[in-house]
């Protein structure tokens, strides 16, 4: 990126990285362990001519937000599990509306309101399936605040490129963690524009059937007719319940992600060449995986990680290559156990998966992943 190393904390160098971005527009309402990206968000929008507001709850929030994406602005909302509860409703409807917007959620210890100042990594499932129905989303996990920085970047890419909510999950641990970061030239960035509809304006389609299954978007004052509706709707917008045009409709919008997923999915695989202990974790677990992955290998157990950047949709083939050799898989996570489902569905049946996993606000050590794959090999 060629930019300025700074002393960074996770939920600033996500805000920054916002900015660099393009994001002009953060609606939002204050929660821990996220309202340190709304404070700097409201501190750097006004320097580039954007827009910070402080809405009266997280409903209100993503409702913003999607109003302003949908007049052409890239933005983005940043929560904790309860506000993300609450924003469900419209992260569906960004999904079906094709909305391009960022909603950063910073994992915190629950259920309810639960353990507002411990992390935890409780949102993996919802972060999915929250909302009702069938419905695209990707989801990023990122494990350092380097890494933070780039993949909200990333993540507005995303967003713009294929017309869909993406959602930036990290642990309360990564949101505060302090880094050095590469802060990015922003001169000399390169980032996404959504793809912008040309041609006939009596012709236009906005939900418009493509070969990347992902329709060109209308921009304001452009003079082109758009209906947006949370309904199922044909190729023009408007409403409809035709099981062959709502199938056809459907059909498109779920599988842009599949038809770009290579693309989409990014991963990180540590010594899984010829692991027989195979780790898969994300966030601050992934990171005590990683030194357990050294530990291991030094007292000659051929162990090795397999961490998913982009968590939804899960890069299944990669998960596969990396599990090929592996007599058993253990999956340490901050919850009673969700991203082990996923691994469990995708694994043979010649390899035993097990769950580690702590529901106390604590994080997952590396001696006890070291302790747990140590018992696998007995």
Not at 28 to 44: H, V
Not at 130 to 140: A, C, Q
Not at 305 to 313: E, G, V
Request: glycine letters at 8%.
């Amino acid at each position: 990126m060629s930019g300025n190393l700074e002393h960074l904390h996770g939920n600033h160098a996500c805000a920054l990285a916002a900015v660099a971005a393009g994001c002009r527009f953060f609606a939002g309402y204050p929660i821990t362990p996220s309202s340190e990206i709304a404070e700097r968000m409201s501190r750097e929008l006004p320097k580039v001519d954007g827009t910070f507001i402080q809405m009266e709850d997280e409903i209100a929030s993503l409702s913003a937000v999607l109003g302003a994406s949908s007049g052409g602005v890239k933005s983005m909302t940043a929560t904790s599990g309860p506000g993300f509860s609450l924003k469900q409703e419209n992260l569906g409807y960004a999904s079906l509306a094709e909305i391009p917007c960022v909603i950063v959620n910073v994992m915190r210890g629950g259920p309810s309101t639960g353990m507002p100042t411990r992390p935890a990594q409780s949102d993996v499932m919802q972060s999915r399936w929250g909302s009702h129905g069938d419905h695209p989303v990707i989801v990023i996990t990122p494990d350092s605040v380097k890494e933070v920085y780039s993949e909200t970047i990333r993540a507005f890419d995303l967003s713009e490129k294929f017309r869909v909510p993406v959602v930036l999950m990290f642990d309360q641990l990564i949101g505060h963690l302090l880094e050095t970061v590469e802060v990015a030239n922003v001169k000399k960035l390169k980032t996404i524009e959504r793809k912008a509809a040309k041609g006939s304006k009596d012709k236009f389609e906005p939900y418009a059937i493509t070969k990347d299954a992902v329709p060109p978007m209308a921009r304001p004052g452009d003079g082109m007719r758009v209906h947006t509706t949370g309904l199922t709707h044909a190729e023009s917008g408007f409403p409809t319940q035709d099981t062959e045009t709502v199938t056809r409709n459907m059909d498109r919008l779920l599988s842009k992600l599949e038809i770009n997923k290579k693309e989409i999915e990014k991963y990180e695989c540590i010594e899984t060449g010829d692991a027989e202990y195979l780790i898969v974790a994300i966030g601050i677990s992934a990171r005590a995986a990683r030194r357990a992955v050294t530990d291991l290998r030094q007292a000659g157990v051929k162990a090795g990680l397999f961490r998913p950047i982009t968590l939804w949709p899960f890069p299944e083939d990669a998960y596969r290559n990396a599990a090929a050799k592996a007599k058993a898989v253990l999956v340490p996570e901050m919850n009673a156990g969700q991203l082990v489902l996923e691994i469990e569905r995708l694994t043979s049946d010649a390899s035993q998966v097990v769950g580690l996993n702590k529901i106390d606000g604590e994080a997952i050590a590396p001696a006890e992943i070291v302790a747990k794959i140590e018992e696998l090999v007995k």
